[in-house]
């Protein structure tokens, strides 16, 4: 069944990429113009629905790469990032104005902690800047999206008021990020559905969840948001972000894809495309992608297990639950190694060539196990080599 006549029965699930600005608060990680602009491409011509793009305020060299991107890109909206600061706001519209749809996103700390450490504002005085801010944003631009940084240690009752009140200010989507990662799904998911189902207006915007991944929860939780009413997920590619980082753009869409028949959402992300976007975004970032990240990690479509080679050369759904293609990759690869059994040895000297008879073919493979207890990799070389030399000497 195509994606397209699936999809059908799911609701949409719009994908707000920061890796341009959360990613590059990323101790490391910093790109330079042209290579925002290569991310940027990348993550349009993929199909992610809002690019936010840096930060105006914080540099001249942020400023401008918002406006770079903002008229390069051809399709996503251009977000940019202001805290509840005037000059903040005017700086963010005065970037995206370039978009052909250009969004401010401003935030504010809701949570105790914050009020009382880094903010030293009263809740009312806080309800008096979200009124305020969000108001001087949309008279810059009719796409305004707010944020209760820290929401997810905010108490319920005061998160509604700000909610509420950003939403009659003329906030179009309300963010209710996890900040520090603290959160867990299943406190996530009443979250969102309690908010939305209790605040006024909470049908008049979108709301979106952000998640980072201080517990290894951002993806998880950013599907709990997704099951409690949030119908935009902010991520990043690779998970790039601060500290452990944010939840990662290719699993949340990768998770919906593959398990809608348990979550019926889908996104408009072209998936073929992940693996090329995870390459463009460890180069420009310079942060090398883990083996084992799930989807786009060198081993995600990598087995060495007899077994499950086995399995792999019979069925590819016997240890895989998508298809390297639909991330584009070309192949599974099943690794040479001490794990792999006779089943994937004989298809490794079909694929270079060779057909031994049976007595050959044992002494070959008991050849191959013993270099394999030596060699950590066995390369097809190797092989090749070991074979000639028991053809050799037959
Ligand atoms: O994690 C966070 O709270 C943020 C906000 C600026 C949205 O990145
Ligand atoms: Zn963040």
Redesign the pocket.
Known sequence: MSAAATNSNKERVFIFD?TL??GEQSPGATMTLEEKLQVAETLDEMGVDIIEAGFPIASNGDFEAVVAVAKQVKKATVAG?ARAITADIDRAGEAVRHARQGRI?T?VSTSPIHLAHQMKKTEDEVIEIIARTVAQARNLVDDVEW?A???TRTPLEFLKRCVDTAIKAGATTI?L???VGYAVPEEHFRMFKTIIESVPNGDKAIFSV?C?DDLGMAVANSLAGVAGGARQI?CTINGLG?RAG?AALEEVVMALRTRGDAMPFYTEIDSTQLSRASRVVSAASNFPVQYNKAIVGKNAFAHESGIHQDGMLKNAETYEIMTPASVGIKETTLVMGKHSGRAAFKDKLKELGYELGDNAFQEAFQRFKDLADRKKHVYDADIIALVDDEVGSV
């Open positions: 920061t600005r959360d990032l996103h935030f944020s940084m820290d929401a963010n990020p996890d900040t952000h980072h902010e601060e944010n």
